[in-house]
């Protein structure tokens, strides 16, 4: 969980998640979730651009407006392996466990 302060921080990259939400035309709870796993796990991590791209990954795979890695690393602005490396780590830290694929 996060707290009220962490939105206040983190304001410019949480616009920037909703920019890169816009280019993939994600739902309302996939924005949603995206943003809560990012403010949770922001903190915890030394690249925002790394934490922002997982979570939009994991918000859009939880609710079920999947995306594929590339296109989300597109819309942020990182490398598809960046998204391929972190988000099962985001997925477990939103209290899920990653797929057995």
């Known amino acids: 969980m996060y707290r009220a302060r962490d939105e206040l921080d983190n304001a410019e990259w949480l616009e920037q998640l909703e920019d890169a939400a816009d280019r993939l035309e994600l739902s309302t709870s996939a924005r949603s979730r995206a943003r809560d796993i990012f403010l949770t796990t ?4 030394r690249s ?17 407006d999947e995306r594929s ?3 989300v690393a597109d819309a942020v602005g990182v490398s598809r392996l960046t998204v391929q490396k972190y988000w099962k780590e985001h997925l477990k830290a939103a209290g899920l466990e990653p797929p057995e694929w």
């Open 42 to 45: 922001a903190p915890t991590h």
């Open 48 to 64: 925002k651009q790394t934490t922002l791209a997982a979570s939009l990954y994991v918000g859009a795979l939880v609710e079920s």
């Open 69 to 71: 890695q590339t296109a």
